[in-house]
């Protein structure tokens, strides 16, 4: 198989400060649609979390949904991440994922909307393929972020009195589109020239 490889240029940076109790990913999704990040990168994404839902491949290899884990770690965290951005792609209106779940029973968990396992909620929408290393005062777990992660609010006490210090950092690429695709082949990445 043809490796693809596309140049594509950074076109600006967005920050934006979250808020406490935002959803990290359906934020993400959010700022990508205010600003029509089609394709870019997370740079960063550093704060604090109440809890942090994440996909990891287990300690132990075993059969079925690839061998993922879904783990809920609770909070108070602190967390760093960064991942890809591209829009989800599901050019065939027939896989939808009721026929992904019937195929492969709980692959995508019932929490996520649409493709949100996989990063995204639906066909031309943002997707996000985001790896969060999340720190507890027990452990350091680090994974593939999913819905249902709500930023921590700021005090030991959990009253935001004051705004949150959760910040992204988002790059906006042009020239290039990452297509998080899912069709009858199954799923994967494709990239086409702007």
């Not at 993922?68 to 065939?92: C, F, K, Q, R, T």
């Not at 921590?152 to 290039?176: C, D, L, M, Q, Y």
Request: with cysteine; aromatic share 8%.
């Amino acid at each position: 198989m043809k490796r693809q490889a596309f140049s594509g240029k950074i076109e600006e940076v967005i920050y934006a400060r979250l808020e406490a109790g935002e959803d990290l990913l359906r934020a993400l999704w959010d700022i990508c649609k205010q600003f029509d990040v089609k394709t870019g990168i997370l740079l960063d994404a550093t704060g604090s979390m109440q809890k942090v839902r994440v996909q990891r491949f287990p300690h132990q290899p075993r059969p079925g949904n690839t061998g993922i884990d879904y783990v809920e770690i609770p909070g108070h965290l602190e967390v760093s991440a960064h991942g890809i951005i591209g829009m989800g792609w599901v050019p065939d209106k027939s896989i939808t994922p009721e026929s992904v779940n019937k195929a492969d029973p709980g692959l995508l968990q019932e929490i996520d909307t649409g493709f949100g396992v996989a990063g995204f909620e639906g066909h031309e929408t943002p997707y996000f393929h985001v790896h969060i290393t999340v720190s507890s005062a027990s452990e350091t777990v680090c994974g593939h972020l999913m819905e249902g992660s709500p930023i921590s609010k700021n005090t030991w006490n959990g009253e935001a009195k004051v705004p949150s210090h959760f910040t992204v950092a988002i790059a906006k690429v042009s020239g290039v589109i990452l297509r998080a695709t899912w069709d009858k082949a199954g799923y994967y990445h494709d990239l086409v020239p702007e």
